[in-house]
């Protein structure tokens, strides 16, 4: 990285960073809600909590939780920098 490209070569770091960690949560969430029995969860604490809950469907036969479509993204400060430089980059949902 070169000081004329990236004048703060940290931030540009922290940044990617970011944007790693959207991709990842967002991809992680998807399985989730989509029951992928690969998907392997832990709690920060260790405890069980019901996937099932997230996962069935409603009675029209449709998903509780939709999660590719009208999902919006929002950020303070650094997170609100994360989302807009997110906004014009094509998602990896293959992450």
């Keep these: 990285m070169d000081k004329e490209t990236y004048p703060f070569?940290?931030?540009?770091?922290q940044?990617?960073?970011r944007h790693h960690?959207?991709?990842i949560t967002y991809t992680?969430?998807?399985r989730l809600?989509?029951?992928d029995p690969t998907l392997d969860l832990e709690t920060i604490d260790?405890?069980?909590f019901d996937k099932t809950s997230w996962v069935n469907l409603e009675k029209k036969g449709e998903d509780k939780v939709k999660c590719?479509?009208?999902v919006t993204l929002a950020g303070h400060s650094f997170g609100g920098c994360t989302v807009v430089s997110i906004s014009g980059v094509p998602f990896n949902v293959h992450y």
Excluded: K, M
């Design 33 to 35: 809600i989509r029951n």
């Design 46 to 48: 260790g405890s069980s």
């Design 21 to 23: 960690e959207v991709n």
């Design 9 to 13: 070569p940290l931030r540009s770091e």
């Design 68 to 70: 590719s479509e009208g």
């Design 28 to 30: 992680t969430f998807c």
């Design 15 to 17: 940044l990617d960073f």
